[in-house]
């Protein structure tokens, strides 16, 4: 009788991906020939794994500029162990089918790396001894390497080199589609066993920062009024394709964009300004830097500046006694003169006052008696909404 048995292989596969600089295929801006860091692992797939995701780290812009990347992946499938035998008692023919596609995908593999191996053996047994695990009527075979192919892959393109500049990670997606089928003439036994590991090399092409042109130097930033300040930096020449990034930051510590500055072409020695102004009532200190961002996705930062906008209600109100016995006082001294929205918070932040006041260019205005403990006290400007807060110990 013809018997079918269908077996699901465990893949094995063997990958070494490395990314390499060629000599004189891509150079630095200045004609220099690029260089090359190097990044290598090996990471093992556990049995019967068929999807892994990979993550390697990204090229720091802070090293240098990348140049151009090249791939050349070559993927090798091995089947560990494959043992068959005959239990029958006549000489059979065992066919064994074996389809199999690996495919890698990630940044720089569009379209996707993908490898196939389409193969039939035929292994002759003869009739059962009834002795097992060997003699004509057995069959085994050990790390059978199936499928070996090398692709190669060359990323000068800017978009693509782009998604290796950072601090975190490259990720790719390896993932592997087996099908397997074991047909006889009689009965057999059969046993299949794999394993898979990768091995990774990653090399960048890069340029050192001192062959780059200067695109920002001495930078400054200088407070133009009480509410807005211009920052202003300067550059050499040159033909790369870049522009600015203006960040501000209130910690000095976390950034965010504020505008885009394009570079300017067609002149020898060009400078940048950029007018700032803080929205209304956010007064206090700014931290500034510039962002210098290439089209391949390279960067590189200004120093740090900072200015600090004073709220100008700071100046001409201030509480009395400040700490005080439980009477708050406010002082008016060559303020602007109107009505003030006065609001006091205790320390858990719930409004224990709530008072208008009408006052003159300088004056002093009694708010409350209030227990021991710390407040905060918001005074508003109604005609302009411009307010400052201060905070008073009771004691």
Not at 38 to 45: C, E, L, M, S, V
Not at 81 to 90: C, D, G, K
Not at 131 to 139: A, E, I, L, M, R
Not at 284 to 303: A, C, I, N, P, T
Request: aromatic share 12%; proline share 4%.
């Amino acid at each position: 009788m013809k018997k079918l048995y269908k077996t699901v292989f465990i893949p094995a596969l063997f990958i070494v991906l490395t990314l390499y600089s060629q000599s004189g295929y891509s150079q630095c801006p200045n004609g220099q020939p690029a260089g090359g860091t190097a990044f290598d692992t090996t990471i093992r797939f556990s049995s019967g794994v068929t999807h892994k995701q990979i993550k390697f780290p990204k090229f720091s812009p802070q090293s240098g500029m990348l140049s151009c990347v090249k791939l050349i992946v070559t993927m090798t499938g091995i089947i560990d162990t494959s043992a068959f035998e005959n239990l029958s008692f006549s000489p059979i023919t065992v066919k064994r089918t074996y389809n199999r596609s690996d495919t890698m995908t990630g940044p720089g593999l569009n379209p996707a790396l993908v490898n196939s191996f389409n193969g039939v053996t035929n292994i002759q047994l003869g009739s059962n001894d009834g002795v097992t695990h060997s003699g004509p009527d057995f069959y085994t075979n050990s790390k059978d390497t199936v499928m070996r192919t090398q692709m190669v892959r060359t990323l000068t393109d800017s978009t693509s080199i782009s998604e290796f500049y950072g601090s975190d990670s490259v990720v790719y997606n390896y993932d592997i589609n087996v099908t397997s089928t074991v047909t006889a003439g009689g009965d057999i036994d059969n046993y299949m066993r794999t394993s898979a590991f990768v091995n990774f090399r990653f090399e960048y092409c890069t340029c050192p920062i001192s062959s780059l042109p200067v695109g920002l130097k001495n930078f400054n930033v200088e407070k133009t009024s009480a509410t807005a300040s211009r920052l202003r930096w300067e550059a050499e020449a040159g033909k790369d394709s870049y522009y600015y990034e203006i960040e501000e930051s209130r910690d000095g510590s976390h950034f965010s964009k504020t505008a885009v500055v394009n570079k300017v072409v067609n002149t020898n020695n060009p400078f940048y300004q950029y007018g700032f102004a803080i929205k209304a009532n956010e007064y206090g200190r700014y931290y500034f830097r510039v962002k210098q961002r290439w089209l391949d996705g390279y960067y590189k930062y200004s120093e740090i500046k900072q200015v600090d906008f004073a709220n100008p209600l700071f100046s001409t109100i201030s509480l009395y006694p400040n700490p005080s016995s439980g009477a708050i006082g406010i002082k008016f001294v060559s303020a602007k003169a109107g009505r003030f929205l006065i609001q006091v918070s205790n320390a858990s932040g719930r409004v224990v006052v709530t008072k208008e006041l009408l006052v003159v260019e300088t004056d002093y205005k009694t708010m409350a008696t209030l227990g021991a403990g710390m407040y905060y006290i918001k005074i508003t400007d109604v005609a302009t909404q411009a307010f400052c807060i201060n905070q008073i110990m009771v004691k």
